[in-house]
Every structure is written in C-alpha cells, then in structure tokens.
C-alpha cells in the first residue's frame, strides 16, 4: 500500500524528520511517499496560520500521486474533516491518531506540546475527539516549531522536563508528543522517562495500514461526501468543487 504523509508546513527540513519516523514504523510492504506543501506558513503556531495551511493541504491530496491513505502530519489536524470530503481514501491526523493510542496504554495520557498560544488548539481537539476522560493536561514548553530543529537549542531538554512533569504532577502514565516536529524524539524521551511516549506520525502511519487492512474507506454519504459542485469567486475560483459523482476519483478507494 501507499501511504501519503502531508506536512501541511512548508519547512522540507521537518518533512525529513517526519518522513524518517513514518518510515520507522511502516510495514514492508507500505510505501510512504512524504509531501510539503507548496504554500503557507514556514511552521504553524496558531488559528490564522492552521487556517492558511489547508489550501496547501488539499492541494497535496488532490494533486498528488494516487494513494491509499493520507496522514496530516500537523498536531493541529488543519483541514481534517474537509480533507476527508475530498478524497474516498481515509485520512488521519496525527494529534487524533496519537491520543487514541496514550488512551490504548495508559489510563491517562498529557500532551506536550510548543507555544504557549498552541495549547488551547490542543484542548479543543481533546474534547473534539472526546479524549476529556483520557487527558491530564495540556502542557506548552513555549519552544517555537522551528528551533525544534535547532541542534543548538535546549528544546530537548525542555521538552523533558516539561515530560517528566506531566509524570510527576499529572500522574500521567503516557505522554503525547504535540508537533510533528517533535516525532525524532519519542524514542529518547522514552528511554528517559519510562512511560509510552507517543508520536502521533507513527500512531497515525500504524492506523492508516490498519483501516486500508481492513478496506475501509471514508465515508462518501452525508457530512464527508465529495463537496457539492458550486461557482467559487476570486483567488479561490480553481478550488470549485466539480461534480466528482461523474468523475472518477483519482484516489484510489
Ligand atoms: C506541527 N505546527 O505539528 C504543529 C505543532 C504546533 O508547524 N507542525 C507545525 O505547535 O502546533
């Protein structure tokens, strides 16, 4: 099978770090084929530019080569439900994948997460996916995206304690890593910490081969059908939603 990781960022460096650990967890027979997006924000700390993100987002869903599954490898799931309208392939983001997976092993999982700004993102997404029972807390470290890629930034030592924490403090037994960019260290943290660390890449790579092993598809009636043909205007008037119940998907089912 073919899995598309799409991170809706346009930082190539970050999809190299996102590639590596879906690559890590991929099963023999999955090709993962990792994207950028063409446009927007150079990382996502915020409602304007996960807003801005999704366009780059679609984009990568529909012009991209055909696939089985598609993974958001943004922790804010940008664009999630709309990008389940325009493809029949499942898609899974990656803050949805990975606290399915704390409330797999552990009674109680916190997420860790950067900007302070970010957190309440994360909060409306633990009650979206109804994770309230499952979630101890939503912890920011204030690292901006970027210097995660910083060699010489502390962020990881950082990202630790805040960790060590949310183990302390919470009595959370898992932890949930809240970025994309933070997937190349859930093995060290781990290690350190002696509890699940979750990277939501990987939750979400091991979900996508699970649904297409199962040759499950997104729903194509009511809220998630191919959106309704209709004239758009002005910058958006390419993104007019055509009449897909006469053109095939490109997407494989
Ligand atoms: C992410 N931003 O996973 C989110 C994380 C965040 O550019 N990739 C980003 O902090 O919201």
Sequence with gaps: MRIRVI????????????AAAARAVASP????????????AASIEGHYDEAMSVLGLIDEI?????????????????????AREVTAA?????AEAAMHAASFVATGFSVVTTLERTRVIAEHLVHNYGMERHC?????TDIPVLELEDPLSNARATILEECEKAISEDKAGAIVLGCAGM????????????????DGVAAAVKF?????????????????????????RGKLADYAPTDRSITPSRQRA
């Design 7 to 18: 991170n809706p960022n346009t930082t190539q460096s970050m999809t190299e770090t996102i």
């Design 29 to 40: 027979g999955t090709e993962i084929v990792a994207a950028t997006s063409r446009s927007g």
């Design 62 to 82: 529909n012009d991209g080569p055909p696939c089985d599954a598609h993974v958001i490898a943004c922790f804010g799931d940008p664009g999630l439900l709309a």
């Design 90 to 94: 499942p898609v899974i983001g990656i």
């Design 136 to 140: 101890r807390r939503v912890r920011a």
């Design 183 to 198: 997937a190349d260290l859930a093995q060290f943290l781990e290690r350190r910490l002696g509890v699940p660390v979750i």
């Design 208 to 232: 996508a081969e699970a649904l297409v092993g199962m040759g499950l598809s997104t729903s194509k009636r009511g809220d998630l059908a191919f959106p309704l043909p209709k004239l758009y």
